[in-house]
């Protein structure tokens, strides 16, 4: 049922009035060789597209674009195409992390803006979903969000491979010596055979599964492999959506509850999730206007099951598999009284109507909740003297005898003097150290950069040692694995506990009891925080320079300050005069 009239449509406010203002508007979209036929009183859809061609897993969305049109045009709307920032993990340096709240702030302005009535959010690489959300919720009229989808399996001499997985993999065996370097060149030709996202539960797949959780996707969307025909028909029926809800009226605020928000961790534990959906969806809810914090991932991994066998929390299927077996709808249906059903999607829908009839086409790559591939959450938060407002690990893709574990430390104060040094055969190590590493968080990195799983050092590999303690404040690819604490707030530039930490120290770990500390007195602590010197900043002009003064730290999500929804009041709509 239509709210809305024509006269009401948000893009009326240019292109409707008989003045000279409008007049303008309406003559040089002629200039393009449009006719007024074709935009009056037609729901503008604004297609943000975030191609590019440094952006692999975007390739398609020059063609996806225009099958976006296709099902505006099939709706009875006006499709307009807004470029927006191409965040490509590949290839931006020195992280994608850094401007993730640029893009935000992008998408924010291109509809706020624009005589917009409603937008399609093309994304799927890692930060560009979340920045997307990010965004569309602060302007806050009518939104879907198009997944990029997954790429193809890998493959390598009639190896399944992994994107990120079994590179980190395959690097340690050529570390080793166990594979030459044509093997090594035969892997990097096969690791990556189509356009689209990691086609593992990285953080890509992690962040559309959320999405569609939450509400914001039509139903099995975030599923739907990048080179599958189906992507083609979502694409189209996005389109054809987007225009409804502007009738509808239906904006994100009417989906992305405090409930809603609460679904999309549940999928996350569920899915074996990326650690960096916790950053990002504390971000997103925040925008919304939800109270989400580390304590409801922590409920939620205490009583959600990994039940997608998915690399790399699982050990064998990937993301095109995960599709066949039924997606993310079957996945959802599986999870039963773990989702909250009645929740509002883009479909005008509850989360439960949406589901309905899904059903598990394989139980091994969508488990039963009686036969998880691990009985907790994907995540796990914890907290000591070493982490006072906590700290990430992904008990579900680290080896068991890492649950309880006490080490000495070895300290690293910055990458590349951990690079240095990893590979030599006289590095004071052995399998039950501690690596640290810090100054690598949102100041200190700058922007928390994927550091997290630090190489196990050489003469360990040559061993046979594949997992080690490590503990930073930067963040990790959502294709790693390890017994990796990550995200430790504050982080040590700011000085937090980790910039106390001096080689040798003891740590103790404590999975199942949350628990994480630093075997130091506390007068000892006092004595180092003291003698503690701050490091110089790491940028004096620019966006670097703002992005210093207005980031938060990883446990609120790393948003600007005066982007969150409380800085102040909504902005008003731009004037037209």
Same mark, same amino acid.
């Given at each position: 049922?239509?709210?809305?009239k024509?006269?009401?449509?948000r893009?009326?406010?240019w ?8 007049f ?10 449009y ?7 037609r729901?503008?859809i604004?297609?943000?597209?975030t ?12 063609q996806r674009?225009?099958?976006? %049109?296709?099902?505006?045009?099939q709706?009875g ?5 807004l470029?927006?920032?191409?965040l ?13 709240n ?11 803006s624009?005589?917009?009535d409603g937008v ?9 979903t979340?920045?997307l ?5 602060s302007?806050?009229i ?10 193809l @399996?890998?493959n ?7 994107s990120?997985s ?17 093997d090594?060149q ?6 990556a055979?189509s356009y689209?996202?990691?086609?593992t539960?990285?953080t890509?797949?992690?962040m ?5 959780a ?5 139903p099995g969307?975030?599923s739907?492999p ?5 992507h083609? @028909? ?14 509808e009226?239906?904006?994100?605020s009417?989906?992305?509850?405090? !409930? ?11 899915m ?7 950053i990002?969806?504390i ?6 206007g ?6 409801d991932?922590? $409920?939620?991994?205490?009583t959600?099951p990994?039940i ?8 064998t299927?990937?993301m ?33 109507e949406n589901?309905?009839g ?5 139980a091994?790559v ?6 998880p ?9 914890? %907290?000591g003297?070493l ?5 990430v690990i %992904? ?7 890492f ?14 003097s951990?690079?240095?040094?990893i590979? $030599? ?25 994927e ?10 590999v040559?061993q046979?040692? $594949? ?5 930073s ?10 017994a ?11 000085g ?5 930490v ?8 404590d999975?199942?009891? $949350?628990s994480?500390r630093?075997?130091?007195s ?12 701050a ?8 966006y670097g ?5 207005h980031i938060?730290?990883?446990? !609120?999500?790393c ?9 102040g009041?909504?902005?008003d709509?731009p004037?037209?005069?």
């Open positions: 049922m239509n709210k809305k024509p006269a009401e449509l893009s009326a406010r292109f409707a009035p008989d003045d000279l203002r409008s303008g508007h309406r003559s040089r979209m002629m200039q393009m060789g006719a007024n036929e074709e935009m009056a009183g729901p503008v604004g297609i943000i597209n191609w590019s061609d440094l952006n692999p897993c975007h390739a398609h969305f020059r674009a225009d099958d976006v %049109k296709r099902g505006v045009l709706a709307g006006f499709p307009v195409e470029p927006a920032l191409s490509s993990e590949s290839n931006v340096k020195p992280t994608t992390m850094l401007y993730r640029l893009l935000a702030m992008d998408v924010e302005e291109l509809i706020r624009h005589p917009l399609v959010l093309m994304g799927g690489c890692d930060k560009t979340p920045a959300l990010l965004g569309a919720t302007a806050n009518p939104a879907i969000f198009v997944p990029a989808g997954p790429m @399996r890998g390598w001499k009639g190896r399944v491979l992994g990120g079994d590179a980190w993999k395959y690097w340690d065996e050529r570390r080793a010596g166990n594979i030459t370097d044509a090594w035969g892997l990097e030709g096969g690791i055979r689209g996202t990691c086609m539960m990285g890509a797949s992690t559309t599964g959320i999405v569609e939450i509400g914001m996707t039509l969307a975030s739907i990048a080179a599958d025909s189906n083609i @028909r979502m694409a189209s029926a996005s389109g054809r959506r987007a225009v409804e809800m502007v009738w009226d239906l904006k994100p009417g989906i992305q509850t405090r !409930e809603a928000f609460q679904n999309g961790i549940a999928v996350a534990m569920a074996g999730c990326s650690t960096n959906a916790i990002h969806l971000a997103m809810a925040r925008r919304a939800a109270d989400i914090g580390l304590d991932f922590d $409920r939620a991994s205490r959600v990994v997608a066998n998915i690399r790399p929390s699982g050990e299927y990937l095109e598999d995960f599709f066949y077996a039924g997606g993310m709808p079957a996945m959802m249906a599986t999870l039963g009284d773990h989702l909250d059903a009645d929740c509002i999607t883009v479909t005008g829908r509850t989360l439960g589901i309905s899904a059903e598990v086409h394989d091994d969508i488990r039963p909740l009686a036969n591939i691990y009985s907790e959450g994907a995540l796990a938060v914890l %907290k003297n982490a006072p407002e906590g700290c %992904k008990p579900s893709a680290c080896e068991p005898r649950q309880r574990h006490t080490g000495p430390a070895l300290v690293f104060d910055d990458y590349p951990m690079k240095a040094v590979d $030599r055969d006289d590095l004071d190590v052995t399998a039950d150290h501690v690596l640290i590493l810090r100054n690598a968080g949102p100041l200190g990195g700058p922007g928390m950069p550091w997290g799983m630090l190489p196990i050092p050489k003469k360990l040559r046979g040692v $594949r997992d080690m303690v490590r503990i404040d930067a963040r990790m690819s959502g294709t790693s694995y390890g990796c604490i990550l995200h430790v707030s504050p982080e040590s530039f700011v937090g506990p980790l910039s106390l001096r080689t040798g120290d003891l740590i103790s770990l999975i199942p009891a $949350r994480i630093l075997e130091v506390d007068a000892e602590l006092s004595a180092r925080k003291a003698a503690w010197t490091p110089e900043p790491r940028y004096e002009r620019g320079w703002m992005f210093s003064r938060r730290q990883a446990h !609120e999500g948003d600007f300050d005066f982007l969150e929804t409380e800085f009041r909504p902005v709509e004037a037209i005069y």
